[in-house]
Each structure stands twice: as C-alpha cells, then as structure tokens.
C-alpha cells in the first residue's frame, strides 16, 4: 500500500520567515495530494491541494509544489505568522470515479515565534 | 451551508462493549471516509462509502464496520473495544464523481473522541 513519510516533525521559525514542509510517496498510482492544517482540538483543515497533472501551486502566503518523478511534494508557508502555528499534515490520494484511499503523513508540528 | 457533523462529541466505553458513530457529509455531497486519529499521529483510513457502496478499506480488523444511507449520512460500529481503539474518529466528506469528473476534496467533521476503560 502507499506509504507517506514527512519531514521535519517538529518546526520552530520567526515570525516573517518561511516554512518549508517535505512529503515522499510510494505509489505512482497517487494522483491528488492534500495538505491540512490541524490545530489543537480541532478538525484537520484543508489548506491547499495539488493533482499529479500540475508541479505547482499557489494560494497568497501558501504553495505547493510536485515533482511526480521524484515522488515528493512540499508545502511552502511564507511571511509565517502566530497563527500559522498549528500540526500541519501531508496526505498521498489515489482513486478514480468515486473510489479514494487517503494515506496521511505523519505530521509537522510548526511553531512561529513572534 | 452546514459543514460535517459528527455525533456523538465524545463517548467513554468499557472494554468489550459496542459503540456507534454517526456522521452527516456536507449537503450534495455523497462519499463519506472513516478516519481513526491516535495522539500525536495523522488520521489512519478506516472506510470509504460513495453511493452507498464500500469502495475502500484500510487496514482495521472485522471488528469494525460501516454502513452509508440512503440520504449519504453514515455509521461507523466497533465491536469488542479494545483499549486501543481510544481515539478521535473523523468523518470526511466529498462529493465523489460525476460526468467522468471526480472531485477529491475532502472536508472533516469536528470528530468522535472516544475512549475506552
């Protein structure tokens, strides 16, 4: 089945600096990979995505990018801020016509130091 | 436009005991996934439904099982609890497929935090 490492697992930065979050998959067969944002308590959040069509993707202060050969993709957060701080998880979908597996990352804890 | 919900919010069992979960997926939306999420840990996949069918299962024992109705709400049972199955237990939605076109993204209930004694 597929399998989904990600790194780093903990992640302290400035205010105003980037984040970088790093995701490899197994299975070729992935086609749409998520990112959600987790803070304490409560329900992941959808924060971004990006399907194996494209190699990048940008919404203002967030971005994504694939590199499907490679199989990994990462998630960028710039001009980083309190509130970005949270659990932010990757996640490796395959499936077509109604049918999804979702295999999950294992986690980035980020904190944003003011 | 109500979002996921989950039902209850939390439930303590004892070991050995049965427990339901429910969940209701954003309106129009007809795939329901089950997630179990240990502390500290991503959401594991349980069960997918769409259209009323199981279209997917992870890797969990025949202890547990789900249903999907016909208004697309659904239940997630676990029999025989085990200490190990305390945990928060998500629900996620997403419209599925139509005319060829699929759509994948998943929205999440609040959660289910159940724990067994």
């Known amino acids: 089945g597929e399998n989904v490492e990600q790194h780093p697992s903990t992640l302290s930065v400035q205010e105003g600096d980037s984040a970088v979050i790093k995701c490899t998959y197994s299975?070729?067969?992935?086609?749409?990979f998520p990112w959600y944002k987790q803070e304490l308590g409560k329900r992941p959040q959808l924060i971004i995505d990006?399907?194996?069509?494209?190699g990048e993707k940008k919404d203002q202060r967030i971005a994504v990018t694939l590199n499907k050969t490679a199989k990994h993709f990462s998630l960028h957060i710039t001009e980083t801020q309190p509130e970005d701080s949270a659990v932010y998880f990757c996640?490796?979908?395959?499936?077509?016509?109604?049918?999804?597996?979702?295999?999950f990352g294992t986690g980035t804890k980020l904190q944003v130091i003011p | 436009d109500a979002g996921v919900t989950q039902s209850p919010t939390h439930l303590i069992k004892t070991r050995g005991q049965h427990v339901t979960l429910r969940c209701s997926p954003i309106?129009?939306?007809?795939?329901v996934s089950w997630y179990q999420q240990v502390l500290g840990q991503g959401p594991q996949f349980i069960f997918q439904?769409?259209?009323?069918?199981?279209?997917g299962r992870g890797n969990f024992p025949d202890r547990f099982s789900a249903r999907q109705f016909p208004n697309y709400s659904s239940e997630l049972n676990v029999n025989a609890l085990l200490l190990g199955d305390s945990a928060l237990y998500l629900c996620?939605?997403?419209?599925?497929?139509?005319?060829?076109?699929?759509?994948?993204?998943?929205?999440f209930g609040p959660g289910t935090r159940l724990t067994v004694t």
């Open positions: 996620a939605s997403s419209y599925g497929s139509k005319g060829g076109l699929t759509s994948y993204e998943q929205y």
């Open positions: 299975d070729s067969a992935s086609n749409y």
């Open positions: 990006i399907r194996s069509n494209v």
């Open positions: 309106s129009g939306h007809k795939s």
């Open positions: 439904y769409y259209e009323k069918e199981e279209r």
């Open positions: 996640a490796a979908s395959m499936g077509s016509g109604g049918y999804q597996k979702v295999t």
